[in-house]
C-alpha cells in the first residue's frame, strides 16, 4: 500500500504544475496539491485515532470532488473523447480520482487496524 500511495503523491504532484499553466484552472491545482499531501501523509504518518478519522474523511472528500467534477463533463464528452484536443481537464480529474482510492484504502486499514470504525 505504501507504494501506491507515494505513487499516487508523485502523481498528484505531477499534475500541479500541468494545470499552473491553464490560469482558469488554479483552483484544481490547489485540490491536487491537497490531494498529493494526503497521499504524502498516508505513505509515512502514523497519526492518532482522531487525526485518522480526519484524514479518511478528507480524503473521502477529495476523491469524490474529483469524480464528481469529471461525471459533471461526462455529458459533454462524445465518444473517443480521451482522444480529442480538449481532453486534458476530464482526463486529469479522473485520474486523479484513480490515485486518491489507493489512498482512501490506506486510511481504512489504518483504521480497521486500530479497531476504529468511521
Known amino acids: 500500500v505504501r507504494l501506491l500511495t507515494a505513487g499516487a503523491a508523485v502523481v498528484l504532484l505531477a ?3 500541468l494545470q499552473l499553466a491553464r490560469p482558469a484552472a488554479e483552483p484544481w491545482s490547489v ?3 491537497v490531494g498529493a ?3 504524502v501523509l498516508a ?3 502514523r497519526p492518532r485515532s482522531w487525526l485518522l478519522r480526519l484524514l479518511a474523511v478528507l480524503t473521502a472528500a477529495v476523491l469524490f470532488l474529483f469524480a464528481g467534477a469529471f461525471l ?3 455529458h459533454a464528452l462524445d465518444p473517443g473523447w480521451y482522444l480529442q484536443a480538449g481532453a486534458r481537464q476530464p482526463l486529469l480529474l479522473a485520474l486523479a480520482a484513480l490515485c486518491m482510492m489507493p489512498v482512501l484504502a490506506a486510511w481504512t486499514c489504518r483504521m480497521k487496524g486500530a479497531g476504529e470504525a468511521l
Do not use: D, E, M, S
Open 31 to 33: 485540490a491536487y496539491g
Open 15 to 17: 499534475l500541479v504544475p
Open 43 to 45: 505513505t509515512f504518518a
Open 72 to 74: 459533471a463533463r461526462t
Open 37 to 39: 499531501g494526503l497521499a
